[in-house]
């Protein structure tokens, strides 16, 4: 189960690195090569599918995925069409640092038929979108207003609130390929603030940025663009995740 694993790892004091891929950025050959190195001794933890646009067949992503590698496949949705009942689970995002409600809760009563049917792990997290100097494309397709980068005071109490509301992990987005990730500041008071698995992603491109993370109290990190140009950067990340736990 995805959450107790979570949990259990949390507890151990074990860090995790979520590796994220968009399937329209990835080709069955560049997922044959990626699954190489995420199989290799030093692999990611979990696997996340998605993407803001989406013009691939998921089912056929996770699929290939499924087929290649023992590691968890999870949804990452951009939208209720990017639903898989091969997956493990999914992140049911809830958007709570906007105010659309079709991301706060339109997409989901669109996809809730399927997930049931699916009987994969629904995972409910807070989304919580930061920074103001960069469109990214989640701001756009989202159109939401991210959470000011400085503004830390807003991020705690938007990410209690989802605490409140009774989600299960927090999500600190700084939005795919993002020139800066979301602030060590940020994180840590985040952390302070709430007891939940916290997730970071967003413009990590290094070692060196996601161990700035995961000192800050990032549970999972998560990185994914930087990868797609230098999967060498899958071991690389791995090894600096784990060594973090040791
Ligand atoms: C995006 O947080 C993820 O939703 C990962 O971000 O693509 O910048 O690594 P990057």
């Given at each position: 189960m995805l959450l107790?694993?979570?949990?259990?790892?949390?507890?151990?004091?074990?860090?995790?690195?979520?590796?994220?891929?968009?399937?329209?950025?990835?080709?069955?050959?560049?997922?044959?090569?990626?699954?190489?190195?995420?199989?290799?001794?030093?692999?990611?933890?979990?696997?996340?599918?998605?993407?803001?646009?989406?013009?691939?067949?998921?089912?056929?992503?996770?699929?290939?995925?499924?087929?290649?590698?023992?590691?968890?496949?999870?949804?990452?949705?951009?939208?209720?069409?990017?639903?898989?009942?091969?997956?493990?689970?999914?992140?049911?995002?809830?958007?709570?640092?906007?105010?659309?409600?079709?991301?706060?809760?339109?997409?989901?009563?669109?996809?809730?038929?399927?997930?049931?049917?699916?009987?994969?792990?629904?995972?409910?997290?807070?989304?919580?979108?930061?920074?103001?100097?960069?469109?990214?494309?989640?701001?756009?397709?989202?159109?939401?207003?991210?959470?000011?980068?400085?503004?830390?005071?807003?991020?705690?109490?938007?990410?209690?609130?989802?605490?409140?509301?009774?989600?299960?992990?927090?999500?600190?987005?700084?939005?795919?390929g993002a020139t800066?990730?979301?602030?060590?500041?940020?994180?840590?008071?985040?952390?302070?603030?709430?007891?939940?698995?916290?997730?970071?992603?967003?413009?990590?491109?290094?070692?060196?940025?996601?161990?700035?993370?995961?000192?800050?109290?990032?549970?999972?990190?998560?990185?994914?663009?930087?990868?797609?140009?230098?999967?060498?950067?899958?071991?690389?990340?791995?090894?600096?995740?784990?060594?973090?736990?040791?």
């Amino acid at each position: 189960m995805l959450l107790t694993d979570i949990q259990e790892n949390i507890a151990k004091g074990r860090k995790m690195f979520a590796l994220l891929i968009d399937p329209d950025k990835q080709n069955e050959t560049d997922l044959l090569r990626l699954t190489e190195k995420i199989n290799s001794a030093n692999g990611p933890d979990i696997i996340l599918v998605g993407g803001s646009l989406l013009f691939s067949n998921i089912d056929e992503t996770v699929a290939t995925l499924k087929r290649h590698t023992q590691k968890p496949v999870v949804l990452f949705p951009g939208s209720a069409m990017q639903v898989s009942d091969k997956a493990d689970g999914i992140l049911l995002l809830s958007l709570i640092s906007g105010r659309n409600p079709e991301f706060l809760i339109g997409q989901h009563v669109q996809a809730a038929p399927a997930l049931a049917k699916s009987g994969i792990e629904i995972l409910p997290t807070g989304y919580m979108l930061i920074g103001e100097e960069n469109y990214t494309s989640v701001r756009y397709i989202s159109n939401t207003m991210p959470i000011p980068y400085n503004k830390t005071d807003i991020a705690v109490a938007t990410a209690l609130a989802g605490q409140m509301l009774g989600l299960k992990a927090i999500y600190l987005e700084g939005g795919s390929g993002a020139t800066k990730p979301v602030s060590a500041e940020m994180i840590a008071a985040v952390r302070r603030a709430v007891g939940l698995p916290l997730i970071v992603g967003g413009g990590l491109r290094s070692a060196a940025d996601v161990t700035t993370a995961l000192k800050s109290g990032a549970d999972i990190v998560v990185v994914g663009t930087s990868i797609e140009s230098n999967y060498g950067l899958v071991e690389e990340i791995s090894r600096a995740v784990a060594d973090f736990s040791r």
